[in-house]
């Protein structure tokens, strides 16, 4: 039992690193991004590359991960996403699903339609007994990081001038642009650093999750959920999503395997009904 809880932390703190650029998205710029997983292909395949093409070290391929999809984020905005912030929603999904479809296509050209193989380094590698009971090094790594990104997060959002910003574009554009902020520049870095988190989680989630080209249709719909039932534009909602959601997925999976992802979603009906607004009471 506490092996299985083990796990399904491991894997909804992943699901809260890739997802929480998208709550950022959603919450921030109301824009409804189902490509946000391509970010995160796009940081898995930049890491794999810099390991067995460069020889670079996996935690060095870390920040390559982050870097190479913040950038592809920022690009994006300004020269595509920007343009659909006042469409529908409609438009907007039709965009994002066709930028999706693209970003599998070119994947698939360049990598191959394949697994892509990462080998973690020595240390991260194997078990550790911790009180009669065995837990994954690698796992306790994602925990570490997961946890150690949040409270820098936190501190960023909570008690930085661009926190500031960002937390007054998210209540009202429109007054924030009075008060002499630059709205544009804010959507611009919020939406470039989601992006790199994304590609971050990506790249640390290519043991757990694996890395292919359907990689952003595949997982497209648990980043959905995290950010509906934790309410989009926070930072605690998705993770209290995201940890309750991997719990449950994992859970299922181990105990009710002939049932597949049944309990995510039954996880996911029940929490919406108790709170349709999302856990924090932000509509998504």
Do not use: W
């Amino acid at each position: 039992m506490i092996g299985v809880l083990f796990d399904g932390l491991a894997y909804g703190s992943l699901l809260f690193l890739v997802s929480l650029g998208l709550s950022v998205q959603m919450g921030l710029m109301r824009f409804v991004n189902l490509a946000h997983g391509a970010f995160a292909m796009a940081g898995g395949y930049a890491c794999v590359l810099a390991t067995s093409r460069l020889g670079m070290p996996f935690l060095a391929t870390l920040p390559v991960a982050f870097a190479v999809a913040a950038l592809a984020g920022a690009v994006l905005e300004r020269l595509l996403y920007r343009r659909l912030y006042g469409a529908s929603a409609l438009d907007q999904v039709l965009f994002s699903i066709g930028l999706a479809f693209m970003s599998i296509a070119a994947a698939t050209y360049f990598f191959g339609a394949g697994q892509q193989p990462l080998r973690l380094p020595e240390l991260l590698r194997g078990q550790v007994r911790i009180g009669g009971t065995d837990f994954g090094v690698y796992r306790l790594f994602l925990l570490a990081v997961v946890a150690a990104l949040t409270l820098a997060l936190a501190a960023v959002v909570g008690r930085t001038r661009f926190g500031a910003q960002v937390r007054a574009a998210v209540d009202d554009a429109r007054v924030a642009r009075g008060l002499g902020i630059d709205v544009d520049r804010v959507f611009t870095l919020a939406f470039a650093l989601g992006s790199g988190l994304a590609g971050l989680g990506g790249a640390l989630g290519i043991e757990v999750l694996g890395l292919d080209p359907s990689f952003p249709l595949k997982y497209m719909v648990y980043f959905l959920l995290v950010v509906v039932v934790g309410g989009a534009g926070t930072l605690t909602g998705p993770l209290a999503a995201a940890l309750i959601l991997g719990v449950c997925d994992v859970a299922g999976k181990y105990y009710l395997p002939q049932a597949g992802a049944f309990a995510i979603y039954a996880a996911m009906v029940v929490l919406l009904l108790a709170f349709p607004a999302g856990l924090l009471g932000r509509r998504a």
